[in-house]
């Protein structure tokens, strides 16, 4: 099994920054994709950010030029830092990573648990 946590999150003003992180822990033989979701209060889980092993990014509209998505291989940690966070940015975020725990198993999608961040003066 693999395990997702999060940390990072909090309250913060308008126009200030946050950087979230994400540790995978566990069985781990290698994970393809991380990425960021978000859900705000009565929405739906959408997506923020992803970045492939090979450091190719793919973000959210509502999100380019404000937010980076990183990752540390060798730590299977995977970053967000937030800057120019506007109210519409609170929700819960969660971790996604695609991981397997041996060479001939399938990549399995898993899920942290999710940190709040709230953007609020």
Excluded: H
């Excluded at 200030?16 to 978000?38: E, H, K, P, T």
């Excluded at 090979?54 to 380019?64: F, H, L, P, Q």
């Excluded at 725990?101 to 399995?108: A, E, F, Q």
Aim: aromatic letters at 10%; hydrophobic letters at 35%; glycine letters at 10%.
């Amino acid at each position: 099994q693999v395990q997702l946590v999060e940390s990072g999150g909090g309250l913060v003003q308008p126009g200030g920054s946050l950087r979230l992180s994400c540790a995978a822990s566990g069985s781990i033989f290698s994970i393809n994709v991380m990425g960021w979701y978000r859900q705000a209060p009565g929405k739906q889980r959408e997506l923020v950010a992803v970045i492939t092993s090979g450091g190719s990014t793919n973000y959210a509209d509502a999100v380019k030029g404000r937010f980076t998505i990183s990752r540390d291989n060798a730590k299977n940690t995977v970053y967000l830092q937030m800057n120019s966070l506007k109210p519409e940015d609170t929700a819960v975020y969660y971790c996604n990573a695609a991981a397997r725990t041996n060479r001939y198993s399938d990549y399995v999608f898993y899920w942290g648990k999710g940190t709040l961040v709230t953007v609020s003066s």
